[in-house]
Each structure stands twice: as C-alpha cells, then as structure tokens.
C-alpha cells in the first residue's frame, strides 16, 4: 500500500495537497544528481503546490534538485489543468520558454488547441512538444488526447518588429575596442601554447616498486607506483573529505569502473567510485582514447592510494576526486574491508547500492510505459539504464549519427569477444524492427558479464541511446544507455474477408 510523503519524509513545511498525496516511485539521476518523485492524488494538485513541495523535499534530503511528476484517476482530467502540465514541462523543455504562458485553450473533449497570442507555432512543432504534452497527460491521467497549435491570427508582427527595434536601439553600443583587445590577447596566448605538452598526468609504461611506510594494520608493504610520483604522506579517510581542495592524498578500493568515450573521440572519461573503511567518494580521469590500454590497472577491486584535486564536477553537478597520483597497493590478508555505506531507500524499504551511470538492475522491473504502440504491448522491463519515456522511431529512418534516440528490435547474431587483457568483454548484437538493423556494441567487464545474460538472441528490446561511428568496426553502431525488455503484439488479420493464399508447387517452381 502507497504511504503520504509527509509520512515517509517527515517534513514539516510540505504544502497539503501534497503532503498528503501517496509516494508511487522514485528515480535517482546519478548523471545530474537529481531525483524524481511521482506522487498519486485524489484531486488536481496546482503546479505552484508542486513546485513548492519539490523545494521543500530538495532542502530537506540535500540534493540539487527535485521535480515532482502527479498521477490522477482518469476522471479528474480537467483541460483547465493544461497550463499547470505546460509549467510542470518547462523545467525540461526550455524551447516552450514563454510562448504558451497566456495561449487560450479550446477542445471538443479529445482533441485540446492552444492558440499562442505571440507565435511560436513552427518552433513548437519542430520540437515536437505537441506529442510531449499528449505523452505527460497519457502518464498522468492515463487518457488518451490530440493536441494542436496555432496563432492569433490578431497579433500585429510589425508592432512586436517596432518595440524589438526600440529596445535594441536603447541598448549601450559595445566596446569594440575592449573586445579586439581580449581577441588579441587570446590569440597570443595560443601561439605561445603551442607545442606544450599536456598538463594532464598518464600512466607510467612500467610501473615502478614502492614501499608504503604507513596504515601498516591495513596494506602491505609493498606497492606499485603507475602514475605520477611516490606518495609518502599519509592518507585522509573519505569521510573526512568534505570541502574541496587542490591537493588532498586518499585511499580505498575502486568499484563501479566504466568507460565512455568522448564525442570526438580523442579522450575517454574513466568514471569510477573509490571505497575505505568509512565512506565513498567518485573517481573522474580524462584518458587519452589512443593509450586508454595503459590505464587497465584501473578495475574493479583494486586497491589504491591516490593523490588529486577534490573539486565540484559542474557536468556531473557533484564533487569528484581527479587523481594526479596513483600508487596500486594490497590489503593485508588479516584486515578486511568494511563494505561502502548503501544509499538509503527514500521510500523506507531497503536500502539500493549505490548507484552507476549505467546501472545494470540484478532484477528487472516491470513498469508502464508512457507512450502507445502498435508493436508492443503496454509494460515492459527495465534491465539497464532509466525507464525510457520516448516512442521509438523505425531504424530505417536513422541515416546518420545521432546523439539520443529510441529504437525497438528482435536480437540476433549475439557474439562476445574477449579483449587482451583478459580484464573485458566486448558484446556485439544485432536487433532489427523489420524497417532496417543496427549493431549494438558494449564494453563490459568480466566482473560484470553475468548481469548482461539478457542481451541473447530472440529477445525483443527497447533500447534508448547514441548511434555513432565506431573506429574499430568502420561503421555506425548503437550504443545503449537504457535498455527495456517488450513483449511483441501477436499479429491479428482483423479485416471483413480474409484471404487465402494458395502457393502451387510445380516442377518450374
């Protein structure tokens, strides 16, 4: 049974609407450290209530951000309520911005047109936020509508043409001047750049023997230093590590290592979490994709000491440690590891561990999906990455690369590759929609390998991600972020006559 936010959170200042609305799901974005909440309400709750209750529950749990997301009963739809869907959508949609603030809505109970007192209408279009609004009140509401956009054929262009002008002429001139001085400035700075080497440390091609002279109740003596120079201080706990410094020295074992390549290709992001005795922190390195086979030292149970920087990841909105330094050491066989500290479960169950950029569930979760198809049923299972909330698109209509995008398909032609290391596996598939194919293709260590089972030949997926040019392959791959198991709809003949095909097998035939 669903229990009140107000009853599992426990906060004093909740608005009441929401307070009292029952806590249906969860979502944790490690990507942005962020946090969906979807609540279940016996009445419309106004989007100001909402977002009240989101800063509410952001101040309280002391995360960056929280977006609250209702669910209604079907029969509580009122159109009145679009406005407050259109400001939910905003904080995600930035292009609907202004345009729909003050739009007069009119329906004939499934079909809702806004007309815009100020254009816009191409623009919407364009980013499809017609089929965002249907998809939001199929989620919310579970009810099924069309929506349409058009203008005030009364708004005066030339008037709105005229203020524009006004207020851009009432504007200061810039400083020229300043602005080619600074360009010059910057010009010569890259003239005097060029041929420097990189700032940024690699990994020794052999690493060489140290010795550890402290936490001797913890490590051996003996180490390898892999990149940069000897450490000789001692290590802080992560526990301690809270404000950020330029130069900070740590230890701990590494888990949750992942590879992922940068859009032009020339750097690979290695993410990772490093773990002691009293807390976590994450680990970012930015590696050069051509030596990447020089940082295999980094995996997955190994144990280092570490010097870096400890800063704020504006990307990730989250502080990550990037080592400068990195000694590899072993745990004495008399001291064992306490294990990292989970992250509690909001909703008071149990608690989850903690969680990776692209998580790989131990159990699949059955879930709604927020969109309608012809191809597959209504649920699906989510096996890796988040919930995917965009209907897919036919692969035949991917031509070239693409950043984010949704494609359905049947899996073949599964194979698996171990690399030289003996360390990883690359998973090659390919998945079809009938339209066209694709190839999929992950990098996943062998630790890992038995949480990937599902991707095996006749499994139908639905799979969200970045279709790329591979430099290995010399052609354009898939790469999934999320990955959700379908069901495909059997096939019905639901015409007046059916038809009877007769196949005559001849000696010509």
Request: proline share 5%; with cysteine.
């Amino acid at each position: 049974m669903a229990v009140s936010l107000k009853e599992i959170l426990n906060i004093d200042d909740l608005p009441l609407p929401a307070a009292q609305a029952r806590l249906l799901s969860v979502l944790y974005d490690k990507a942005d450290n962020s946090m969906i909440l979807q609540l279940e309400a016996d009445e419309l709750i106004p989007y100001p209530v909402l977002s009240e209750a989101g800063e509410a529950v952001k101040k309280h749990l002391g995360v960056p951000s929280v977006r609250i997301y209702p669910k209604y009963a079907t029969e509580l739809f009122e159109p009145s309520y679009l406005h407050d869907i259109v400001q939910i959508l905003k904080s995600s949609h930035g292009v609907i911005n202004g345009y729909m603030d003050d739009a007069q809505i009119s329906d004939d109970g499934d079909t809702f047109e806004f007309t815009l007192m100020h254009g816009g209408v191409e623009l919407l279009y364009s980013q499809k936020i017609d089929k965002e609004i249907e998809k939001f009140i199929k989620g919310v509401f579970s009810k099924s509508v069309s929506v349409r956009f058009s203008e005030n054929a009364s708004v005066d262009y030339e008037e709105l043409d005229r203020r524009y002008f006004e207020e851009l002429s009432a504007q200061p001139l810039p400083d020229f001047d300043a602005i080619d001085r600074r360009a010059a400035e910057r010009a010569e700075e890259g003239k005097s750049s060029r041929g420097r080497k990189s700032n940024r440390p690699e990994p020794r091609k052999r690493p060489s023997k140290i010795t550890v002279s402290y936490l001797t109740d913890k490590l051996c003596e003996e180490g390898l230093l892999y990149m940069g120079s000897e450490i000789k201080e001692q290590p802080q706990t992560l526990a301690s590590l809270n404000d950020e410094c330029d130069d900070a020295v740590v230890w701990g074992e590494l888990t949750d290592v992942e590879h992922k390549d940068t859009r032009n290709g020339v750097y690979t992001i290695i993410s990772a979490a490093l773990c002691d005795d009293t807390g976590r922190i994450p680990i970012k390195i930015f590696a050069k994709t051509e030596i990447i086979d020089t940082y295999e030292f980094l995996e997955d149970g190994a144990v280092f000491v570490m010097r870096g920087a400890y800063k704020l990841d504006s990307y990730a909105n989250e502080k990550q440690f990037t080592p400068s330094d990195i000694m590899q050491v072993s745990l004495r066989d008399d001291f064992v590891m306490k294990t990292p500290t989970a992250v509690p479960s909001v909703t008071g169950g149990a608690p989850s561990p903690a969680p990776t950029r692209t998580n790989v569930l131990t159990e699949p979760e059955e879930m709604e999906l927020m969109f309608e198809t012809t191809h597959f049923g209504s649920t699906a299972k989510l096996v890796m990455g988040k919930p995917i909330n965009d209907a897919p698109v036919t692969m035949e209509s991917v031509m070239n690369e693409r950043d984010n995008v949704t494609v359905w398909g049947e899996i073949f032609n599964v194979e698996k590759k171990e690399t030289k290391s003996g360390k990883s596996t690359i998973i090659t598939a390919a998945f079809s929609d009938r339209t066209s194919s694709m190839v999929m293709k992950l990098f996943v260590y062998n630790t890992k390998l038995d949480s990937y089972k599902f991707i095996e030949n006749g499994t139908t997926i639905l799979a969200n991600g970045s279709y790329k040019m591979d430099e290995f392959m010399h052609y354009n791959c898939f790469n999934p972020q999320s990955i959700m198991i379908v069901d495909v709809k059997p096939k019905q003949d639901n015409a007046p006559e059916k038809r009877v095909e007769l196949h005559l097998h001849t000696n010509m035939s």
